[in-house]
Protein backbone atom coordinates (compact mmCIF):
# COMPACT_ATOMS: atom_id res chain seq x y z
CA UNK A 1 0.00 0.00 0.00
CA UNK A 2 1.60 3.00 -0.70
CA UNK A 3 1.21 6.76 0.87
CA UNK A 4 -1.56 8.03 -1.19
CA UNK A 5 -3.82 4.90 -0.17
CA UNK A 6 -2.95 5.03 3.12
CA UNK A 7 -4.72 8.70 3.07
CA UNK A 8 -7.48 7.63 0.85
CA UNK A 9 -8.68 5.19 3.58
CA UNK A 10 -8.62 7.82 5.94
CA UNK A 11 -10.87 10.17 4.00
CA UNK A 12 -13.12 7.02 3.07
CA UNK A 13 -13.69 5.87 6.58
CA UNK A 14 -14.01 9.56 7.67
CA UNK A 15 -16.94 10.13 5.27
CA UNK A 16 -18.79 6.79 5.40
CA UNK A 17 -18.38 6.39 9.80
CA UNK A 18 -18.40 9.88 10.74
CA UNK A 19 -15.08 8.98 12.56
CA UNK A 20 -12.75 11.65 13.30
CA UNK A 21 -9.95 11.96 10.82
CA UNK A 22 -7.33 12.36 14.12
CA UNK A 23 -8.81 9.03 15.38
CA UNK A 24 -8.10 7.05 12.35
CA UNK A 25 -4.82 8.27 11.99
CA UNK A 26 -4.19 7.65 16.01
CA UNK A 27 -5.59 3.98 15.34
CA UNK A 28 -3.53 3.27 12.30
CA UNK A 29 -0.52 3.91 14.53
CA UNK A 30 -1.14 2.02 17.08
CA UNK A 31 -2.06 -0.66 14.88
CA UNK A 32 1.90 0.50 12.95
CA UNK A 33 3.22 -0.12 16.12
CA UNK A 34 2.34 -2.92 17.26
CA UNK A 35 2.90 -4.82 14.19
CA UNK A 36 6.15 -2.97 14.34
CA UNK A 37 6.83 -4.06 18.13
CA UNK A 38 6.23 -7.62 16.39
CA UNK A 39 8.17 -7.94 13.81
CA UNK A 40 11.69 -6.13 15.45
CA UNK A 41 10.78 -7.05 19.16
CA UNK A 42 11.55 -3.73 19.75
CA UNK A 43 10.61 -2.08 23.50
CA UNK A 44 7.50 -0.08 24.94
CA UNK A 45 8.88 3.03 23.88
CA UNK A 46 8.46 2.90 20.17
CA UNK A 47 6.74 5.22 18.98
CA UNK A 48 5.09 5.45 15.11
CA UNK A 49 3.92 8.79 13.79
CA UNK A 50 2.23 9.10 10.79
CA UNK A 51 1.84 12.75 8.56
CA UNK A 52 -0.97 14.02 8.37
CA UNK A 53 -0.38 15.82 4.98
CA UNK A 54 1.69 13.06 3.07
CA UNK A 55 0.98 9.66 4.70
CA UNK A 56 4.59 9.09 5.48
CA UNK A 57 5.27 7.02 8.61
CA UNK A 58 7.94 7.63 10.95
CA UNK A 59 9.64 5.43 14.30
CA UNK A 60 11.03 6.87 16.94
CA UNK A 61 12.54 5.43 20.06
CA UNK A 62 15.19 6.02 22.58
CA UNK A 63 17.81 5.74 19.86
CA UNK A 64 16.07 8.46 18.00
CA UNK A 65 13.66 8.85 14.79
CA UNK A 66 13.97 7.14 11.83
CA UNK A 67 11.99 6.06 8.70
CA UNK A 68 10.37 2.64 8.49
CA UNK A 69 9.14 0.99 5.27
CA UNK A 70 5.79 -0.59 5.51
CA UNK A 71 6.54 -3.08 3.11
CA UNK A 72 9.33 -4.88 5.46
CA UNK A 73 6.37 -5.46 8.27
CA UNK A 74 6.24 -8.99 6.30
CA UNK A 75 2.40 -11.13 5.57
CA UNK A 76 2.05 -12.01 9.07
CA UNK A 77 2.89 -8.31 10.61
CA UNK A 78 0.82 -6.86 8.01
CA UNK A 79 -2.30 -9.26 9.24
CA UNK A 80 -2.37 -7.89 12.58
CA UNK A 81 -1.64 -4.49 11.40
CA UNK A 82 -4.82 -4.90 9.50
CA UNK A 83 -6.81 -6.37 12.49
CA UNK A 84 -5.91 -4.47 14.95
CA UNK A 85 -6.61 -0.80 12.94
CA UNK A 86 -9.87 -2.73 12.30
CA UNK A 87 -10.68 -3.40 15.62
CA UNK A 88 -9.82 0.37 16.59
CA UNK A 89 -12.17 1.77 14.11
CA UNK A 90 -14.97 -0.29 15.32
CA UNK A 91 -14.35 0.85 18.72
CA UNK A 92 -14.14 4.45 17.20
CA UNK A 93 -17.50 3.67 14.98
CA UNK A 94 -19.03 2.71 18.59
CA UNK A 95 -17.98 6.00 20.42
CA UNK A 96 -19.18 8.25 17.70
CA UNK A 97 -22.81 6.29 17.97
CA UNK A 98 -22.59 6.44 21.70
CA UNK A 99 -21.89 9.77 21.72
CA UNK A 100 -24.78 10.83 19.19
CA UNK A 101 -27.68 8.78 21.07
CA UNK A 102 -26.11 9.56 24.46
CA UNK A 103 -27.26 13.26 23.45
CA UNK A 104 -30.88 12.44 22.37
CA UNK A 105 -31.72 10.88 25.20
CA UNK A 106 -35.73 12.27 25.55
CA UNK A 107 -35.91 12.73 21.75
CA UNK A 108 -37.87 10.64 19.43
CA UNK A 109 -36.44 8.38 16.38
CA UNK A 110 -37.86 7.19 13.38
CA UNK A 111 -36.99 3.85 12.43
CA UNK A 112 -38.71 0.46 11.02
CA UNK A 113 -39.06 -2.53 12.99
CA UNK A 114 -36.79 -5.35 11.43
CA UNK A 115 -37.36 -8.38 13.91
CA UNK A 116 -37.81 -9.59 17.00
CA UNK A 117 -35.24 -11.00 19.41
CA UNK A 118 -36.34 -12.56 22.68
CA UNK A 119 -39.04 -10.29 24.28
CA UNK A 120 -37.78 -7.26 22.29
CA UNK A 121 -38.76 -5.39 19.16
CA UNK A 122 -35.37 -4.84 16.93
CA UNK A 123 -35.77 -1.65 15.11
CA UNK A 124 -33.48 -0.47 12.14
CA UNK A 125 -31.98 3.00 12.94
CA UNK A 126 -30.01 2.80 9.54
CA UNK A 127 -26.96 3.09 10.92
CA UNK A 128 -27.57 0.87 14.19
CA UNK A 129 -30.12 -0.46 16.09
CA UNK A 130 -32.67 -0.11 18.60
CA UNK A 131 -33.88 -2.11 20.64
CA UNK A 132 -37.85 -1.77 22.32
CA UNK A 133 -38.23 -4.26 25.38
CA UNK A 134 -41.51 -5.71 26.60
CA UNK A 135 -42.08 -3.56 29.34
CA UNK A 136 -41.51 -0.37 27.21
CA UNK A 137 -44.09 -1.37 24.78
CA UNK A 138 -48.13 -0.30 25.11
CA UNK A 139 -50.53 -3.34 26.01
CA UNK A 140 -52.45 -4.09 22.86
CA UNK A 141 -49.80 -2.16 20.20
CA UNK A 142 -48.62 -4.90 18.00
CA UNK A 143 -45.89 -4.49 15.17
CA UNK A 144 -44.72 -6.14 12.34
CA UNK A 145 -41.63 -6.53 10.40
CA UNK A 146 -41.18 -3.56 7.77
CA UNK A 147 -43.56 -1.23 10.20
CA UNK A 148 -43.00 2.48 10.55
CA UNK A 149 -42.45 3.23 14.25
CA UNK A 150 -41.48 6.43 16.61
CA UNK A 151 -40.25 5.82 20.19
CA UNK A 152 -38.12 7.54 22.85
CA UNK A 153 -34.64 7.40 23.26
CA UNK A 154 -34.43 5.87 27.11
CA UNK A 155 -30.98 4.29 27.34
CA UNK A 156 -27.50 4.25 25.72
CA UNK A 157 -25.12 2.29 26.76
CA UNK A 158 -21.97 0.34 25.47
CA UNK A 159 -22.67 -3.39 24.89
CA UNK A 160 -18.86 -4.80 24.26
CA UNK A 161 -18.14 -3.70 20.79
CA UNK A 162 -21.17 -2.84 20.39
CA UNK A 163 -23.98 0.78 21.61
CA UNK A 164 -27.04 -0.79 22.95
CA UNK A 165 -29.63 1.50 22.37
CA UNK A 166 -33.16 1.42 24.47
CA UNK A 167 -36.19 2.57 23.14
CA UNK A 168 -39.72 3.12 24.86
CA UNK A 169 -43.71 3.79 24.05
CA UNK A 170 -44.74 4.25 27.00
CA UNK A 171 -42.63 7.13 28.19
CA UNK A 172 -44.79 10.31 29.11
CA UNK A 173 -42.20 11.85 26.89
CA UNK A 174 -43.45 10.74 23.61
CA UNK A 175 -46.81 12.62 24.03
CA UNK A 176 -44.61 15.69 24.92
CA UNK A 177 -42.10 15.15 21.85
CA UNK A 178 -45.09 14.74 19.13
CA UNK A 179 -47.12 18.04 20.70
CA UNK A 180 -44.17 19.34 20.16
CA UNK A 181 -44.12 18.24 16.50
CA UNK A 182 -47.65 19.45 15.98
CA UNK A 183 -47.97 22.21 17.50
CA UNK A 184 -45.71 25.28 16.63
CA UNK A 185 -46.81 27.25 19.60
CA UNK A 186 -44.89 24.25 21.89
CA UNK A 187 -41.80 24.65 19.70
CA UNK A 188 -41.49 28.65 19.72
CA UNK A 189 -42.09 28.08 23.33
CA UNK A 190 -45.21 30.67 23.41
CA UNK A 191 -47.22 27.42 24.95
CA UNK A 192 -45.51 25.71 27.76
CA UNK A 193 -46.06 22.12 28.75
CA UNK A 194 -45.77 21.60 32.54
CA UNK A 195 -46.48 18.26 32.92
CA UNK A 196 -47.59 15.04 31.48
CA UNK A 197 -49.14 12.12 33.33
CA UNK A 198 -50.26 8.59 31.69
CA UNK A 199 -51.31 5.14 31.69
CA UNK A 200 -50.34 4.13 28.55
CA UNK A 201 -52.57 2.90 26.17
CA UNK A 202 -55.45 4.34 27.86
CA UNK A 203 -55.44 7.66 29.54
CA UNK A 204 -53.19 10.92 29.62
CA UNK A 205 -53.53 14.20 30.93
CA UNK A 206 -51.13 17.10 29.73
CA UNK A 207 -51.56 20.76 31.81
CA UNK A 208 -50.24 23.23 29.74
CA UNK A 209 -50.03 27.06 30.14
CA UNK A 210 -49.92 30.19 27.97
CA UNK A 211 -47.00 32.87 28.48
CA UNK A 212 -48.99 34.80 25.57
CA UNK A 213 -52.63 35.81 27.30
CA UNK A 214 -53.46 36.46 23.96
CA UNK A 215 -53.19 32.90 22.70
CA UNK A 216 -55.45 30.35 24.14
CA UNK A 217 -53.10 27.13 25.27
CA UNK A 218 -55.71 24.63 24.99
CA UNK A 219 -56.91 25.60 21.68
CA UNK A 220 -53.70 25.85 20.27
CA UNK A 221 -53.21 21.97 21.42
CA UNK A 222 -56.23 20.90 19.81
CA UNK A 223 -56.14 22.28 16.80
CA UNK A 224 -59.04 23.53 14.36
CA UNK A 225 -61.45 20.58 14.31
CA UNK A 226 -59.21 18.99 16.67
CA UNK A 227 -56.77 17.87 13.87
CA UNK A 228 -53.27 18.81 16.07
CA UNK A 229 -54.60 16.08 18.89
CA UNK A 230 -56.45 14.05 16.46
CA UNK A 231 -52.49 13.50 15.19
CA UNK A 232 -50.96 13.17 18.27
CA UNK A 233 -53.99 10.15 19.46
CA UNK A 234 -53.55 8.16 15.79
CA UNK A 235 -49.91 7.98 16.95
CA UNK A 236 -50.54 6.62 19.85
CA UNK A 237 -53.49 4.43 18.62
CA UNK A 238 -56.30 5.67 20.26
CA UNK A 239 -55.02 6.67 23.21
CA UNK A 240 -57.17 9.22 25.51
CA UNK A 241 -55.66 12.57 25.96
CA UNK A 242 -56.71 14.91 28.65
CA UNK A 243 -55.32 18.99 28.31
CA UNK A 244 -56.18 21.00 31.17
CA UNK A 245 -54.84 24.52 31.88
CA UNK A 246 -51.97 24.91 34.72
CA UNK A 247 -52.42 26.87 37.29
CA UNK A 248 -49.66 27.49 40.44
CA UNK A 249 -52.43 27.64 42.65
CA UNK A 250 -53.17 24.00 44.22
CA UNK A 251 -57.02 24.10 44.57
CA UNK A 252 -57.51 25.08 40.94
CA UNK A 253 -54.78 22.40 39.68
CA UNK A 254 -56.91 20.10 41.27
CA UNK A 255 -60.13 21.56 40.10
CA UNK A 256 -59.00 21.41 36.20
CA UNK A 257 -57.62 17.91 37.11
CA UNK A 258 -60.56 15.97 37.80
CA UNK A 259 -61.88 17.51 34.72
CA UNK A 260 -64.73 15.96 33.32
CA UNK A 261 -66.28 15.88 36.55
CA UNK A 262 -67.51 19.80 37.96
CA UNK A 263 -65.82 20.56 40.79
CA UNK A 264 -66.14 23.97 43.13
CA UNK A 265 -63.38 25.32 44.41
CA UNK A 266 -64.58 25.68 47.68
CA UNK A 267 -65.44 22.16 48.27
CA UNK A 268 -61.72 21.42 47.81
CA UNK A 269 -60.14 20.72 51.63
CA UNK A 270 -56.11 20.70 51.22
CA UNK A 271 -54.29 19.39 53.99
CA UNK A 272 -50.54 20.65 54.08
CA UNK A 273 -49.05 18.44 56.41
CA UNK A 274 -50.11 15.79 55.31
CA UNK A 275 -49.83 16.65 51.08
CA UNK A 276 -53.15 15.31 50.87
CA UNK A 277 -57.02 16.76 49.71
CA UNK A 278 -59.92 15.95 50.29
CA UNK A 279 -62.91 17.14 47.18
CA UNK A 280 -66.54 17.00 47.95
CA UNK A 281 -68.64 16.34 44.54
CA UNK A 282 -72.19 15.97 43.84
CA UNK A 283 -73.61 12.34 43.83
CA UNK A 284 -74.07 12.65 40.32
CA UNK A 285 -70.58 14.16 39.46
CA UNK A 286 -68.66 11.21 41.78
CA UNK A 287 -68.13 8.53 39.10
CA UNK A 288 -66.66 10.95 36.83
CA UNK A 289 -64.34 12.81 39.22
CA UNK A 290 -63.19 8.89 40.11
CA UNK A 291 -63.14 7.73 36.93
CA UNK A 292 -63.01 3.95 35.35
CA UNK A 293 -61.23 1.82 38.07
CA UNK A 294 -60.41 5.25 40.15
CA UNK A 295 -58.21 6.52 36.74
CA UNK A 296 -59.38 9.87 36.32
CA UNK A 297 -58.70 10.17 40.14
CA UNK A 298 -55.39 8.67 39.98
CA UNK A 299 -53.88 10.42 36.70
CA UNK A 300 -54.86 13.87 38.62
CA UNK A 301 -53.37 12.82 41.89
CA UNK A 302 -49.83 12.13 39.60
CA UNK A 303 -50.68 15.79 37.66
CA UNK A 304 -50.96 17.70 41.00
CA UNK A 305 -48.30 15.48 43.09
CA UNK A 306 -50.81 15.48 46.25
CA UNK A 307 -52.84 12.41 46.93
CA UNK A 308 -56.69 13.59 46.47
CA UNK A 309 -59.66 11.89 48.07
CA UNK A 310 -63.19 11.98 46.53
CA UNK A 311 -66.23 12.36 49.13
CA UNK A 312 -70.07 13.15 48.93
CA UNK A 313 -71.08 15.88 50.99
CA UNK A 314 -73.19 13.16 52.46
CA UNK A 315 -69.83 10.83 53.21
CA UNK A 316 -67.81 14.03 54.04
CA UNK A 317 -70.36 14.92 57.19
CA UNK A 318 -71.02 12.27 58.42
CA UNK A 319 -67.17 11.01 58.70
CA UNK A 320 -66.44 14.48 60.51
CA UNK A 321 -69.50 14.04 62.53
CA UNK A 322 -68.99 10.81 63.70
CA UNK A 323 -72.84 9.58 62.28
CA UNK A 324 -71.66 6.83 60.44
CA UNK A 325 -69.80 4.59 63.09
CA UNK A 326 -72.04 5.68 65.86
CA UNK A 327 -75.48 4.73 64.48
CA UNK A 328 -75.24 1.34 64.71
CA UNK A 329 -74.04 1.42 68.11
CA UNK A 330 -77.13 3.75 69.31
CA UNK A 331 -79.47 1.56 67.38
CA UNK A 332 -77.65 -1.38 69.92
CA UNK A 333 -78.05 1.01 73.13
CA UNK A 334 -82.00 1.49 72.52
CA UNK A 335 -82.50 -2.24 72.14
CA UNK A 336 -80.63 -2.80 75.29
CA UNK A 337 -81.79 0.11 77.36
CA UNK A 338 -84.74 -2.35 78.01
CA UNK A 339 -82.24 -4.69 79.98
CA UNK A 340 -84.43 -4.57 83.23
CA UNK A 341 -87.56 -6.50 81.32
CA UNK A 342 -85.64 -7.95 78.20
CA UNK A 343 -83.51 -10.49 79.46
CA UNK A 344 -86.04 -11.51 81.70
CA UNK A 345 -88.40 -12.23 79.03
CA UNK A 346 -87.59 -15.45 77.68
CA UNK A 347 -87.04 -16.82 80.68
CA UNK A 348 -89.95 -15.98 82.40
CA UNK A 349 -92.87 -13.26 81.25
CA UNK A 350 -94.09 -11.14 83.30
CA UNK A 351 -97.27 -9.46 81.29
CA UNK A 352 -99.42 -10.75 78.92
CA UNK A 353 -97.56 -8.91 76.38
CA UNK A 354 -94.83 -10.64 77.12
CA UNK A 355 -96.62 -13.67 76.79
CA UNK A 356 -97.95 -13.24 73.61
CA UNK A 357 -94.43 -12.05 72.26
CA UNK A 358 -93.28 -15.84 73.46
CA UNK A 359 -96.04 -17.70 71.44
CA UNK A 360 -95.30 -15.70 68.67
CA UNK A 361 -91.82 -16.77 68.47
CA UNK A 362 -92.17 -20.06 69.69
CA UNK A 363 -92.90 -21.60 66.13
CA UNK A 364 -90.25 -19.84 65.02
CA UNK A 365 -87.53 -21.49 66.65
CA UNK A 366 -86.91 -18.61 69.18
CA UNK A 367 -84.55 -19.89 72.18
CA UNK A 368 -86.95 -18.71 74.60
CA UNK A 369 -89.86 -21.58 73.40
CA UNK A 370 -88.01 -23.32 76.20
CA UNK A 371 -87.92 -21.22 78.97
CA UNK A 372 -90.26 -22.30 81.88
CA UNK A 373 -93.98 -21.63 81.40
CA UNK A 374 -93.80 -21.48 77.44
CA UNK A 375 -93.52 -24.80 76.29
CA UNK A 376 -96.48 -25.92 78.80
CA UNK A 377 -99.64 -22.72 78.53
CA UNK A 378 -101.97 -24.55 80.78
CA UNK A 379 -99.86 -25.20 83.91
CA UNK A 380 -97.77 -21.79 83.50
CA UNK A 381 -100.94 -19.89 82.58
CA UNK A 382 -101.70 -20.54 86.14
CA UNK A 383 -98.71 -19.96 87.75
CA UNK A 384 -98.06 -16.77 86.11
CA UNK A 385 -101.88 -15.80 86.64
CA UNK A 386 -102.09 -14.51 83.08
CA UNK A 387 -105.73 -13.27 82.04
CA UNK A 388 -105.21 -15.41 78.32
CA UNK A 389 -103.65 -18.93 80.09
CA UNK A 390 -106.31 -18.69 82.59
CA UNK A 391 -108.83 -17.97 79.86
CA UNK A 392 -107.61 -21.38 78.11
CA UNK A 393 -107.41 -23.39 81.58
CA UNK A 394 -110.62 -22.38 82.26
CA UNK A 395 -112.09 -23.38 78.97
CA UNK A 396 -110.92 -26.91 79.50
CA UNK A 397 -112.25 -27.27 83.22
CA UNK A 398 -115.63 -26.73 81.54
CA UNK A 399 -114.99 -29.39 79.00
CA UNK A 400 -113.65 -31.81 82.05
Not at 107 to 122: A, K, M, P, Y
Not at 124 to 136: C, D, I, K, S, V
Not at 301 to 323: H, M, P, Q, V, Y
Request: contains cysteine; proline residues 5%; charged residues 35%.
Amino acid sequence: MNLEDILRMIDVLHREKDIPKEVLFQALEAAIGAAVKKRLGAGEDLIVSIDRQTGEPTIEDDEGEYEFDLAELGRIAAQACKQTFLQKVREAERDVLYDEYEARVGSLINGQVQRFENDSLVINLGRTEAYLPREERVRGETFAPGDRIRAIVLEVRKDGPRVRIIVSRTHPDLVRTLFNLEVPEIADDIIEIKRVVREPGYRTKMAVISQDPKIDCIGACVGVRGSRIKAVIDELRGERIDIIRWSDSLETLIMNGLKPAVIHIDNIYADVDAHSAVVIVDEDQQSLAIGKKGQNVRLASRLCGWDIDIKTRAEFEAENLGIAPEDPDDDTDDLGGSDDDGPQAPDAPRDAGDAEGADDSKPAGDPGGDAPGAGAPDEGADDNGMPKASANSGSQGAEG
